[in-house]
């Protein structure tokens, strides 16, 4: 099930992160997910953390 989750960010990283989603070929909303999912993964140590998001 998908929630409407609302969120106040400063424009400029806003309009930084549309382009960098624009340029992979992927939403907004789909790499906040990932980024939010990849923070709250069980039994994740840091290491692992840093290579998934500097991907």
């Known amino acids: 099930m998908t929630t409407k989750l ?3 960010i400063e424009q400029d990283v806003i309009k930084k992160a ?3 989603a624009k340029h992979t070929g ?3 909303p789909e790499l906040i997910e990932n980024y939010l999912e ?3 993964e ?3 140590d ?3 953390l840093s ?3 500097n991907k």
């Open 38 to 40: 990849s923070l709250t």
């Open 46 to 48: 840091k290491k692992q």
């Open 51 to 53: 290579a998934k998001l």
């Open 26 to 28: 992927r939403s907004l």
């Open 42 to 44: 069980e039994n994740e």
């Open 18 to 20: 549309k382009l960098y």
């Open 6 to 8: 609302t969120l106040t």
